[in-house]
């Protein structure tokens, strides 16, 4: 039977006009700019391809056009039923934002045994009776936890030194757990502790209920002991000691550690980075100081520009990249949390970083006086006297006031960075995030300035830099990076990979 | 392996016939479902009452009409006991439409396609068998006895039945619901989201369908498919399975209007379709269509191995399932060994002279039995622990 083929040029596409889907651009360096669409698919490309797109000079039938038609940065007249596809995408991009809040922080006491530079709120005192929360609060917190509609919760307990207040975590763990039972949620209980009163009583308990221990390890003793004073100065070998009796009876899994990066931890990334392979941990977040608590008290002691970090931060990621070279699998997790907004079709509900702002929204943080603040920053801004981001109180207020109140209103009108000034036209958009509390924090005001903002700074400096490694198509470094996104290690995506 | 022959139809044999062959007699109270094969035409004639049909290579005579009967066949060795064949008296062939021993079983859904690809395998025929086929599978399902661990539905385009096709996969999911059921279709008509609900709500527990997509540029798919507006319509489809939740696996024919955007094409998928389970990219078929469009297709497996390595890269990094179907081990970059699958169909597949003292022939596909007329300058036998990069 005869049938007719057609060539090719049949098929392609008629007429000349295109039109522009949203994305936005930016110059990464005198020969390359990037551009951006609305879901996160980045086309790198010579300086001049956005004036070429916008200025409809595009030749169709061109390598280009067919890439940007491809990856939605344009429409003509034959793809319009594919804009389905693009909502689809967007959809997936925002899942994050599915079941609002997730994350319930906990402050069950204000009291600790350590006197940290740059925290924060803790109160070196006996005193039970005033900075512990009452088992009351407790109770009306759990209730008003549970009201969230997210199926997958997160409660984490912390402090001051949660440990210190045991008795409240014993009193709040069964009954979140029966109501999350009821509710039909899921939930994962996280302690923030410094493990230096862990008795192995508590870290059984921990244990049996099948809660994470989140710690802290700010690098070797030199380091972490200048930053973590403690009568004794021996916070650091009391903390490795501790890591490995909590391995050894919670589950060596169970046990992850946070860093904290201070004046001193700047000239130190190879130390710390170091610290951590030793001590046989498997991810590590360069994190930089908070600007909150006795943070900005101290700044003389423990502050710094961001270009320090931002240099800390780069040698750290070269060190780390060459570690996983090497065949030890270390993530860092903030450029997990980037790559994976950038190189995957998925976004991530990292409270510190998204759109709208985790505040409220992905988190909420229950005090241990039943003050409901956004985010722990948002608290520790209370502690100085500011309580502008005071949502509630669990006393008094229902959920309903609390997400209707002035106080969240006037924190979401700020939230989302497609609607601000210098992130709305920023190329950078959808993997950034907004954060009104810090913007008023640091620039007295919740929509903030961008180019005198140290978040913008940071966050446009890491996402350029983390560019420059994914525009030179290095095999092995991609193969670090899905490793990272995949939750897995170098050796996983190897085997997975052709080899 | 053989699937077709041909004889001449008895003069009373005029609606097409599909039962079980049998090379011995059959009891009385079984015949109903037997075709009896044979070399000679039975002296009593009472041997052959109550069969559904009669297979022989003997010439015609006069006085077996009461059974249908083709005479004349021109080979029945390939038939074995159980084989389930169709005999189809308007033309004279006897196709074998199932092998019990066999795991490359198909489920022939019809002839009729909405695309009209350049290198298609199995040339559509615009005339509507679609209910013909749909009885004959019916009673192909009601003659399994065991249930197969995979089965394949095929065509032409099988969503051309319609409504017809829910009744074929209700049935296999009744009569055989732990077998895992693949249904090759080029998923235009799941764009249409009434279509593909009512496909999700058939509910077969192991079902996957196995859709190509050759280009993340519209422009070039459709010309690989010869309509216009197919990529609109898969891609879409993509999305509505995705939604109802059924499961998909992507396939992609290497050949040279493919090649060229392949790497762009794995990222396309991945940015789009992380759902799918499977990518399957396969080495073009030297039959049905693509003989006679060769000059736009050939290109030599050994001239891609960049392009595929890349693709497959892309993917598998990203943490999709990729496999490669139709390649030689030793056109194929050693580094991406570990995808080729032995996928060639068992009555298909063979082996060139050139293969003669090859080491790693068992872990290689070799050939379609039609691909030995073309086939990659490069093939050449390799010893057994080939361990050497290319």
Known sequence: ?499 | MKLTTSGLAGKSFHSAVVGKVSWQPVPRKDRNKFILLSKDIPADREQLRGYRGFLTTAKPTADVEAVPTMFSAQELDHLRTNDIVAMEPANGFIRTLYRPDSSHNVVFATQRCNSNCLMCSQPPRDRDDTEALLQRNLELIRLIDTPPSRLVITGGEPTLLGDRLFKLIAALRDKFPTTYLHMLTNGRMFAWSSYTARLAKVGHPDFMLGIPLYSDDPGVHDYVVQARGAFDQTVLGFQQLARYGVRVEIRVVLHAITIPRLSALADYIYRNFTFAEHVALMGLENIGYAPRNMDQLWIDPADYQDQLESAVEILSTRGLNVSIYNHQLCVLRKSLWKFARKSISDWKNMYLEECRGCGVRDQCGGFFQWATKLHSAHIHALPAHFDGPQ
């Open chain 1, 1 to 499: 039977m005869a049938r007719v083929f057609l060539p090719a040029a049949v098929y392609s596409t008629p007429g000349t006009e295109y039109r522009l889907l949203p994305f936005r651009f930016l110059r990464l360096n005198e020969q390359k700019e990037i551009l951006v669409n609305d879901v996160g698919d980045y086309f790198i490309g010579p300086v001049g391809t956005a004036e070429t797109l916008v200025h409809r000079k595009l030749s169709r039938g061109s390598d280009l056009y067919s890439i940007l038609k491809a990856k939605q940065f344009l429409i003509d007249d034959s793809s319009s039923p594919l804009l389905d596809l693009l909502a689809t995408k967007y959809r997936t991009k925002y899942g994050f934002i599915d079941g609002f809040t997730k994350l319930h922080i906990f402050v069950v006491t204000l009291r600790c045994d350590h006197s940290c530079h740059y925290c924060q709120v803790s109160r070196q005192t006996a005193d039970k009776s005033t900075y512990d929360m009452s088992f009351e609060i407790a109770e009306r917190s759990v209730d008003l936890m549970m009201q969230t509609p997210a199926k997958n919760i997160t409660l984490e307990l912390q402090g001051g030194e949660p440990l210190l207040a045991f008795d409240v975590i014993r009193h709040i763990v069964p009954l979140a757990k029966r109501k999350a039972q009821f509710l039909e949620k899921n939930l994962d209980i996280v302690v923030t502790t410094n493990l230096a009163n862990a008795t192995d009583e508590m870290l059984f308990y921990l244990r049996d209920e099948n809660i994470k221990v989140s710690t802290s390890l700010d690098g070797p003793a030199v380091i972490h002991n200048a930053n973590r004073p403690r009568p004794g100065n021996d916070s650091y070998e009391l903390t490795i000691r501790n890591i490995e009796r909590a391995r050894r009876i919670v589950g060596y899994d169970r046990v992850a550690a946070l860093m904290t990066t201070t004046q001193l931890s700047l000239s130190h990334p190879i130390e710390i980075i170091d610290e951590y392979v030793k001590q046989d941990f498997h991810s590590i977040f360069l994190r930089p100081i908070s600007p909150y608590g006795f943070a900005v008290k101290t700044k003389k002691k423990t502050g710094y520009g961001i270009d320090a970090f931002l240099d800390f931060y780069r040698k750290g990621l070269a060190h780390i990249l060459e570690i996983n070279k090497k065949g030890y699998d270390l993530a860092e997790v903030y450029a997990k949390i980037l790559l994976t907004k950038i190189l995957t079709p998925y976004g991530t509900g990292f409270v510190d970083l998204q759109s709208p702002a985790g505040a409220g929204i992905n988190v909420l943080v229950y005090n241990y006086d039943g003050d409901v603040y956004a985010t722990d920053e948002s608290r520790m801004l209370a502690e100085m006297g500011d309580h502008t981001f005071r949502l509630g109180n669990v006393r008094k207020d229902s959920r309903r006031e609390i997400f209707t109140g002035d106080a969240f209103v006037n924190l979401v009108s700020a939230s989302c960075n497609q609607s601000l000034t210098g992130c709305s036209d920023c190329a950078f958009q959808t993997y950034c995030g907004s954060d009104p509390i810090h913007n008023h924090a640091t620039q007295g005001d919740i929509f903030g300035h961008r180019p005198t903002s140290d978040f913008c700074s940071r966050n446009m400096e890491v996402i350029k830099h983390l560019f420059q490694f994914i525009a030179q198509q290095d095999k092995e470094i991609l193969r670090i990076f899905f490793a990272w996104i995949h939750n897995s290690g170098l050796k996983d995506v190897n085997r997975m990979a052709p080899s």
